[in-house]
């Protein structure tokens, strides 16, 4: 991630003051929470999801509705086969030998009925056919769509449950990130401080220096030190800036917009309280998840074992037909309606066993999802005991770095005095400000540390929110 925040950096360089010069924007750690909550990507991703999620579950619903189609065609038979049939004509005209036809032979020509044909060509395809056709079906009992409607709400519990533990792991990494941020402006400051503190130290020396009353070598050493501070201050200007465009990128807002932080970091509600606790597993995103995923799974048990109930449900359609033998739409055909109404029911009776060894395996799921439930409490309880160690352990650092910045100005304070006096040197004084410098340092550390255990312990707890 370096590499790219030090792009990112160069980038926002190199950018036009045009398009940089925006007023800038005052951020508490709610509104840094709140804003990421609308704009941060992963969490826009969630909501899709969710939404993704309820669309399928109202497809589901879409099974139990009627199903309405229209159905519209027009086919052409250029060519069509013919049947040869017994001249069933000349047979009711003229008889067949045996039994006389409608016509008495003496009004019949014998050549003629002797030149007909025994037999004739039939051909029952129309040259056009034109179609409309309205259908519609409705399922009236279906046992995987009953438990497919049942499921619905596991489903979008188990899809809003994914957007809570996206947003709560967002915010939980946004909140450390802000009070890093915090620390570091508390670090810089104090580099600034011990600048200012080392330039007058420097100034009084060259005094000295010019009076016989310090030594050449003393100034060095002090300068040597303050140059070697102004080069920490550079670096961690450009830490903190790094930091500031991470942070607005965690919350999905422009690089390029300016913010200052409003918080204060301080040893108030440092979370002691927290330590007392116990958690709640329901509370916990994860552990609403899991669960969720095995009331599933039941319902898929469900689903099975009501496999060999019959399947039910109605059908009809309703339309028109028209035949043309010449051309499509031939003045004086006629529109022949049809329509057709049932029903139909299906049970299995034998499948091979394929039902029994479904059921086995959503058997299966149901007890590795009952497993994977306790498994999860097991390591959410290891989560709140390393979560309340690392608290309590952080808050004794805590208290021991605030002694030790306490003792590190005292001893700095005395050496300084002691050097004005002459019963100093100026090693003494370098020491005094660089051990006052680490102490400092590692104070707003070790408060930094108690602070995102508290946010880890609340987490573990389920409060974090």
């Not at 009925?113 to 279906?142: C, H, R």
């Amino acid at each position: 991630m370096r590499p790219q925040f030090v792009k990112l950096l160069l980038l926002a360089a190199f950018t036009p003051f045009s398009l940089i010069a925006q007023d800038t924007m005052r951020l508490s750690l709610k509104d840094c929470l709140d804003f990421a909550e609308k704009n941060q990507v992963k969490i826009k991703n969630a909501l899709l999801n969710e939404k993704t999620s309820l669309a399928l579950n109202r497809e589901v619903t879409g099974l139990a509705m009627p199903h309405v189609n229209a159905k519209a065609g027009m086919t052409n038979a250029p060519l069509v086969a013919a049947f040869q049939v017994p001249n069933f004509i000349k047979t009711i005209i003229a008889g067949d030998g045996t039994n006389p036809g409608l016509v008495s032979n003496q009004y019949l020509d014998s050549n003629t009925v002797a030149n007909m044909p025994n037999t004739m060509s039939l051909a029952f395809q129309p040259k056009w056919t034109t179609t409309g056709t309205i259908e519609a079906s409705q399922i009236l009992f279906d046992p995987s769509v009953m438990v497919a409607l049942q499921a619905r709400k596991a489903l979008e519990d188990l899809a809003r449950k994914g957007v809570e533990l996206t947003i709560q792991d967002v915010k939980v990494s946004l909140t450390k990130s802000y009070y890093s941020l915090i620390v570091a402006e508390k670090q810089k400051s104090l580099v600034q401080q011990n600048i200012v503190r080392l330039e007058q130290l420097e100034k009084e020396l060259k005094e000295m220096y010019k009076t016989g009353f310090a030594e050449k070598l003393d100034v060095d050493k002090i300068t040597v030190a303050l140059n070697n501070l102004k080069t920490q201050k550079a670096k961690v200007d450009q830490m903190v800036g790094l930091a500031y465009l991470s942070l607005k990128f965690q919350m999905g807002m422009s690089l390029y917009q300016p913010i200052k932080l409003t918080e204060n970091i301080s040893e108030e509600n440092l979370g002691s309280d927290l330590l007392k606790e116990s958690i709640r597993f329901e509370n916990r995103f994860e552990y609403q998840m899991i669960e969720t995923m095995r009331n599933i799974n039941a319902y898929d048990l469900k689903r099975y074992k009501l496999g060999w109930l019959p399947t039910v449900f109605l059908f009809g359609n309703y339309g028109y037909t028209l035949y043309n033998s010449a051309k499509p739409f031939e003045t004086g055909s006629s529109w022949q309606s049809t329509a057709i109404v049932g029903g139909n029911i299906s049970m299995p009776l034998f499948d091979g066993f394929q039902r029994r060894q479904k059921i086995k395996q959503a058997e299966f799921n149901l007890e590795k999802s009952q497993n994977n439930l306790d498994n999860l409490k097991t390591a959410l309880s290891l989560e709140e005991e390393s979560a309340k160690i690392s608290l309590s352990n952080n808050l004794r650092s805590l208290e021991t770095q605030r002694d030790n910045m306490k003792l590190a100005e005292d001893v700095y304070n005395t050496t300084r005095t002691k050097y004005k006096e002459g019963v100093g040197s100026s090693l003494e004084i370098l020491n005094a400000e660089t051990a006052l410098k680490e102490a400092q340092t590692n104070y707003f550390t070790a408060l930094y540390d108690v602070i995102t255990s508290n946010v880890d312990l609340q987490k573990a707890l389920g409060q974090f929110k």
